[in-house]
């Protein structure tokens, strides 16, 4: 894990990133892009605005951007509903969409909730522009950030819980035989699953049967108890 830093890294190569906000007050978010822009050459894109969950996956599955500034307390379900429902998204091997919590909360609850739905990150609102925008890249380059005393929260919370045994049925999935399985989980039919992942229904159905002789399962009802027992849904 690594805290934000105090200012934007330097050097001469251009960076850009594309970014969704989602926050349910459109002062915050105006006061957001403000802030962002008055750091000089960011190269920091917002593509896309949304003040509850559902316009949130809308915006973020239409946009596909690779950083969510994702507020905790939002309607419809809050930040880990619209973490749940970007899962797929999340695991894109090509271009993975990657969450950064920004909010007003500093609980340790709210921290730990978006961190085990997801998210690469966790910073409060009382954040200068410079380290947003730096924690926005490095979230998009795939690390861990966090305001410093929130950091103490995730340690002790995963060093105090037992390491996952290995599951070596799971092991045996590729990462998209395992998207597959969520979603089938979750009771999506193939056409829907298809469009999810930007695949054909009849790929669809080939990972569901490679899903189902790997696990040595009969049907989607037997798979559904076995990810659910699994917490993978």
């Known amino acids: 894990m690594t805290e934000t830093a105090d200012t934007g890294r330097g050097g001469g190569v251009e960076r850009r990133v594309r970014v969704v906000l989602v926050d349910d007050h459109r002062m915050f978010r105006t006061g957001v892009q403000a802030e962002i822009g008055r750091t000089e050459q960011t190269g ?13 996956v809308t915006v973020i599955t239409s946009t596909r951007p ?3 500034l994702l507020d ?10 619209v973490l749940r429902r970007c899962a797929t998204l999340m ?20 921290v730990i909730g978006v961190i085990r739905g997801g998210a690469r990150g966790y910073v409060t609102k ?28 995730v340690l002790d919370a995963f060093a105090s819980t037992d390491a996952p045994p290995v599951d070596e049925d799971l092991d045996r999935l590729t990462q998209r035989e395992r998207e ?10 193939y056409k829907e699953i298809a469009k999810q ?3 054909s229904v009849k790929t669809v159905e080939s990972h569901v ?14 798979l559904t108890r076995w990810a659910t027992a699994r917490r993978l849904v």
């Open 44 to 56: 920091v894109e917002v593509v896309g605005e949304a003040a509850d969950v559902d316009q949130a």
């Open 66 to 68: 690779e950083v969510v």
């Open 72 to 81: 905790v307390h939002l309607p419809g379900g809050g930040g880990v509903e």
């Open 91 to 110: 695991a894109s091997a090509d271009s993975p969409v990657r969450f950064l919590a920004l909010s007003v909360s500093d609980a340790a609850e709210d």
């Open 126 to 153: 009382t954040i200068t522009g410079t380290d947003l925008v730096d924690s926005i890249f490095r979230v998009q380059e795939g690390d861990a950030v966090f305001s410093p005393r929130l950091a103490g929260f």
């Open 180 to 189: 597959v399985l969520r979603l089938i989980a979750r009771g999506y039919a």
């Open 197 to 199: 992942l930007f695949i």
């Open 209 to 222: 049967s490679a899903v189902l002789r790997k696990l040595q399962l009969s049907n989607r009802h037997e």
